[in-house]
């Protein structure tokens, strides 16, 4: 799964900053629960279209819909550039 | 399928005949705007006429068409000569488009006096400081009919009174109310109202209007070409034309009229089913646990318009997941009204905002409802 268009959503008022990635496959079950290694995964799948959600200890969030081909992710205030490279990188290679 | 639930942003779907009117306005060649063509009033002079008659207005020649709401409020503060001696009174409760011209003016007029009225919990105006507010000579009261957080609709006959018995002007916003609750400038003091023609009245953007009470002749912001009087240096300085300069935006304007003679036959029952459905919602989300209802308790007037959030959920996350996995429109954050979170206790993050209009079914409304539950589980 690989990122196909990165775009920046917005500056939030705590200093997190909201990318929308794209990618060109979409989240099935199987990825989202490959998330699990990532982080803690809050997962839904009764809702009409699964909505997931991971928060990771460094305080990355990474959310999104079951069947869709895009996410957002919230990257902290802190390290911000680092967190965004980290989660860049991750969908280079696999 | 999706659910609309932000009225309060801009009213959809748009009234019966207003895309047809666009439309046609747009496909036929353009006449002099303006003018009275062919003996039958042009589509100007039928949009003051209506919103005149919307507001008990008895002159339409004191209605000037301006862009939107914001473009009203920016002629009234632009338009009543505020000075470095001006003390202006104004609410937590307002819009930015209230709150950011009335900073730039005071940047031009340091001198210039802002008092800023706050809000007890439930969202209602402090009205001992009003009242000490008022000892205080001022020149311009500005107040919003009706929050676009909260819904809950400010006793402006009462306050508008007090001020104009302390000799200020006043300006109501009544970019909320207008659509939703009857606004009648015979009972409500104001020299100045805001109207906004997309929201309530499901007209089309790009269209709005300033009432201006006849005992008060503002200043020109805009001047320029006015399609009369060509041969006059000056702007022509006879209501509405005195502050009404340009080529209006003519397709809105026909829109804008197919709105108005749509709410004028349905206007008062679309009102009441949107009031209906939203007191409801209301009072079902008052019973989630996990949901808090921003001034959910105080039984007022109110728009329909509910501000809530969910705990264990963050403003924006639920407005993600509602539009794309329920498929519910609403809107998240501060809605551009930043001070009155502080007082209702919304801030920092401010609240998901869900408004409706008649256009709306039972069905949706409790489809909505499923849904904060699930999310609130
Ligand atoms: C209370 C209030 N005032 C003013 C405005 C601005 O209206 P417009 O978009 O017509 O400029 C809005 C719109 O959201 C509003 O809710």
Aim: proline share 5%; with cysteine; charged share 20%.
């Amino acid at each position: 799964m690989k990122i196909t268009e990165i775009k920046k959503i917005e500056d939030c008022f705590d200093g997190s900053t909201v990318y929308g990635y794209t990618f060109d496959a979409v989240w099935t079950q199987d990825r989202i629960q490959q998330f699990r290694t990532l982080g803690n995964l809050d997962y839904f799948p009764d809702f009409p279209r699964p909505f997931f959600r991971v928060c990771q200890k460094n305080g990355v969030q990474i959310k999104g819909i079951q069947g869709d081909n895009n996410c957002r992710v919230i990257y902290p205030q802190k390290q911000k550039e680092v967190r965004k490279k980290e989660f860049e990188e991750a969908f280079m290679e696999s | 399928m999706t659910i609309y639930l932000n009225n309060a942003a801009s009213g959809w779907p748009r009234a019966e005949g207003v895309c047809e009117a666009m439309t046609l306005t747009l496909q036929t060649p353009p006449f002099h705007p303006g003018r009275v063509a062919g003996g039958c009033a042009d589509v100007l002079t039928i949009c003051r006429r209506g919103i005149a008659e919307l507001v008990d207005a008895p002159d339409p020649t004191r209605i000037v068409l301006t862009t939107n709401a914001t473009h009203a409020l920016n002629l009234a503060f632009w338009g009543v000569k505020l000075n470095d001696h001006a003390h202006v009174i104004t609410t937590v409760t307002e819009h930015n488009s209230v709150l950011r011209p009335l900073h730039h003016v005071r940047e031009r007029f340091p001198g210039l006096r802002l008092t800023i009225l706050p809000t007890n919990a439930t969202g209602a105006l402090d009205e001992e400081q009003f009242d000490q507010a008022l000892e205080r000579e001022p020149t311009l009261v500005v107040i919003n009919h009706a929050s676009n957080v909260t819904g809950r609709v400010n006793e402006v006959e009462q306050l508008f009174q007090k001020a104009k018995k302390a000799g200020a002007m006043t300006l109501l916003d009544a970019s909320q109310s207008l659509g939703s609750i009857p606004i009648s400038v015979k009972k409500i003091q104001a020299d100045l109202i805001a109207f906004t023609g997309h929201k309530g009245l499901h007209g089309p953007a790009g269209t709005g209007a300033l009432y201006v009470n006849p005992s008060l002749e503002l200043e020109q912001v805009f001047v320029g070409g006015t399609g009369v009087r060509s041969d006059l240096m000056l702007h022509p300085a006879n209501m509405p034309m005195r502050l009404e300069a340009g080529t209006p935006n003519m397709p809105s304007f026909a829109g804008l009229a197919a709105a108005l003679r749509w709410y004028q036959k349905e206007g008062a029952a679309h009102a009441q089913k949107a009031t209906e459905l939203a007191n409801r919602f209301r009072e079902a989300l008052m019973n989630i646990p996990k949901v808090k209802v921003f001034d959910g308790t105080a039984k007022v007037c109110r728009t329909p318009v509910i501000s809530i959030q969910i705990a264990g959920w963050a403003v924006e996350e639920i407005g993600y997941v509602l539009a794309e996995s329920f498929g519910i429109i609403c809107r998240t954050g501060l809605h551009c009204a930043p001070l009155i979170h502080q007082a209702i206790g919304s801030a920092p993050e401010g609240t998901v905002r869900f408004s409706f209009s008649g256009f709306n079914t039972e069905l949706e409304m409790e489809t909505a409802l499923d849904a904060v539950r699930r999310l609130a589980a």
